[in-house]
């Protein structure tokens, strides 16, 4: 596609509850990250996609967090056992491994965990 | 470490040119400098990018300091539409690379 695409915009769950989200990358993007970035604050990076290498992981805050991604297409994060402290726009991007080529963002998903 | 240092915040009148400075003096000689924006409920955008020699694009232009200790985001004339915070991170060589995006600078342009 011509964008990086994320879905849902937009969702609203219950503490307890478990999510899925999606980000579809730019075909031939061989590079896919995933960040959070709670309110008025910068990037937290959580996990990173490289090919049919294994993902570092690094980021993830606690075993309740886990993706997944298929080749180089779709991605999906899953929190299980939504907390508050969970509420955050999270977004993905995606890249070539070029140095001198930028990295495309979806728009995110706004998670609200009431 | 491939650090990037920002001032938190800058103001700007409208159709004035404004000078966003990015300090990276842990840069190697690799390091591609980037920048990217972050207009209000949307994620990242790429502005522009370089390694040693001055860029422009349609959107700006990025001055390398000649020891390329640090840069500057140039945006000749600043509409109400720049306003955004504005990143600036270094995109280093290697396939595990992660860049990392601090709090940026937030541009704020008055009419």
């Known amino acids: 596609g011509a964008g990086v695409s994320q879905s849902p915009s937009n969702k609203v769950t219950e503490k307890g509850k478990d999510v899925e989200l999606r980000c579809d990358p730019i075909s031939g993007h061989t590079a896919l990250y995933w960040y959070r970035q709670r309110l008025g604050q910068g990037l937290e990076f959580l996990i990173y996609f490289q090919g049919n290498s294994a993902p570092d992981k690094s980021g993830l805050p606690s075993d309740r967090f886990s993706a997944e991604r298929t080749g180089e297409s779709v991605s999906t994060l899953t929190i299980q056992r939504t907390q508050q402290e969970d509420s955050a726009v999270y977004l993905c991007a995606s890249s070539s491994i070029r140095r001198d080529y930028g990295y495309t963002f979806g728009s995110g998903t706004r998670l609200t965990v009431v | 470490d491939a650090k990037t240092t920002q001032p938190n915040s800058m103001e700007s009148n409208e159709e004035e040119p404004v000078h966003l400075p990015c300090n990276h003096s842990?840069?190697?000689?690799?390091?591609?400098i980037h920048w990217y924006r972050q207009l209000p409920s949307q994620g990242p955008e790429y502005v522009i990018h370089?390694?040693?020699s001055n860029v422009n694009n349609r959107m700006a232009s990025l001055a390398i300091a000649e020891d390329r200790k640090s840069s500057t985001l140039i945006l000749h004339r600043a509409t109400l539409r720049d306003a955004a915070v504005y990143y600036c991170i270094l995109r280093r060589a290697g396939g595990s690379y992660i860049p990392t995006f601090g709090r940026g600078t937030s541009l704020i342009v008055h009419p």
């Open positions: 842990t840069i190697s000689g690799t390091d591609y």
């Open positions: 370089g390694l040693t």
